[in-house]
Every structure is written in C-alpha cells, then in structure tokens.
C-alpha cells in the first residue's frame, strides 16, 4: 500500500523518480558506480545539475534573464541572504507579514537592514493577506510569502512594486510549481525543496541577473550570489 503524506512537506514523489533514484544510488548510467560516489564535478553529476535546472527552466518558462541556483541553508537562509546581498549598508525593503515564516523573515531582515512592516494580519492570527499597503520610497524590494504553509492564506494576484528600480521578493516554498507564475514579475523567488519539490537538503533560488551583481556590502563569501552564480 501506498502511503501519502497530505502534510506540507517533503512532496510526495511520482515512481518513476523514486525509482531512477534508488538506481542511481546503485549505479548511475552504467557507469560502474553509484551516483553516491561520484565527484560533483564529474561530467555526469554536472550533467544531471543542469538537466535539473533545464527542466525547471521550462517548467516554469524562467525568461534567460534569470539565474537558477540550487544552494543549501534552506529557505531561512534567504531571510539573510537577501538584505544581505541586495540592500545596501542603512538600506530598507518593505515586507508584508503574512504568516509565522514572513515574521521570520522580517526579524533576520531587522538585523542587518531597516525593516518596514507595511501590511502584517497578525493581530487576526493571519486570517487574511493585507491588501493595497503603501510602499516605503527608500525601500528597494517588498518581500511577499505566497503561500502562508501555517495558516493557509495565499496570494492570488501579486502586488506591484509603485516604482521601476524597486523589485518584487517571493517565498514561495509551500505552492511553488502548484501553478503557472510569471517569474518576469519577481526580482527573486526562493524556495526550500521539501515544501513541494522534493526531499530536503536544497533550496531554489531564482534570481534577476542584473541583482546577481549587487555589491553593496562585504558579505561573507557563500553568502553572496555571486559566489554560487559564477561556480553553480
Ligand atoms: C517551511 C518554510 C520555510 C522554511 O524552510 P526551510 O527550508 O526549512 O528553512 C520558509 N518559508 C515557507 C513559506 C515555508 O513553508
């Protein structure tokens, strides 16, 4: 008998992975060893990275324009790793508080940049996404979690950010790959594999180009886009 998990995560996963899984932990592609073993810089696990990113590139049709990058850290390490790398030093973003993990986000945001909270349901147990909240104009981004994992709250129609140089941030760990999005609408969407993608252990990042080379800070080296983005 087949068990599913209805919970939020890992993704339940279709046979026909589970099983080219369990062979490849055995032997990969008749290579006489198992996918286990191999260097991650060998021409068959490269090859295997980027048909991952290939896929998801057209599963999600992600324009050229925008970077895949498979990190570890899970997705509360973006909480950092954003005000970190796209804020410069006394720079501030917007953030919507939507649910517990959008609270997390804005505490690790607070401690490295200047947080304005423009929108938060808390005060009504997240029962409902704030609407219509006004836009700080010295902030950079508004960071937005579309699905509340928690609470059960999510974004049908994303907000706009009110001016061009702004962009829009997404956690989308809990209804990522759910449905179409359109990535041109977001500077950056993160997401934990184990919400919906898979097992845990990696974390989606998908990121505008041109955001790739922000160099506002000293940031820590794998902590900076950079570092992932110019070695995969
Ligand atoms: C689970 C979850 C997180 C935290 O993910 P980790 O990969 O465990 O750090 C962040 N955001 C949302 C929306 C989640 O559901």
Same mark, same amino acid.
């Given at each position: 008998m087949k068990i599913y998990n209805?919970?939020?995560?890992?993704a339940c996963l279709p046979d026909a992975v589970l099983s080219a899984a369990s062979e490849a932990s055995q032997e990969?592609?008749?290579?006489?060893?198992s996918i286990l073993e191999m260097?991650?810089?060998?021409k068959s696990v490269v090859s295997l990275f980027n048909e991952t990113s290939d896929n998801l590139r057209s599963l999600l049709s992600i324009p050229s324009n925008y970077h895949i990058l498979w990190l570890q850290g899970g997705a509360s390490t973006q909480f950092s790793m954003i005000p970190l790398n796209l804020?410069?030093?006394g720079g501030s973003a917007d953030y919507i508080e939507t649910g517990a993990w959008s609270s997390k986000a804005i505490t690790e945001c607070a401690k490295v940049a200047n947080v304005n909270?423009? $929108?938060?349901s808390k005060k009504s147990n997240f029962s409902f996404i704030p609407k219509n909240c006004e836009q700080n104009i010295d902030s950079s981004y508004l960071h937005i979690t579309?699905?509340?994992?928690?609470?059960?709250t999510q974004y049908k129609e994303y907000p706009q950010v009110d001016n061009p140089d702004k962009f829009l941030v997404v956690d989308?760990?809990?209804?990522?790959?759910s449905k179409p999005v359109?990535?041109?609408?977001?500077g950056l969407i993160y997401a934990g594999?184990?919400?919906?993608? $898979?097992?845990?252990?990696v974390t989606l990042v998908i990121i505008r180009?041109?955001?790739?080379?922000?160099?506002?800070r000293d940031v820590p080296t794998m902590m900076r886009y950079k570092t992932h983005s110019s070695k995969d």
């Open positions: 209805f919970s939020a995560g890992p990969y592609q008749n290579s006489g060893m260097s991650h810089r060998s804020l410069p030093e909270v423009i $929108g938060s579309s699905n509340n994992t928690i609470y059960g989308m760990s809990s209804d990522i790959l359109n990535v041109s609408e977001f594999a184990q919400k919906n993608m $898979g097992p845990a252990g180009k041109d955001l790739i080379d922000s160099n506002f």
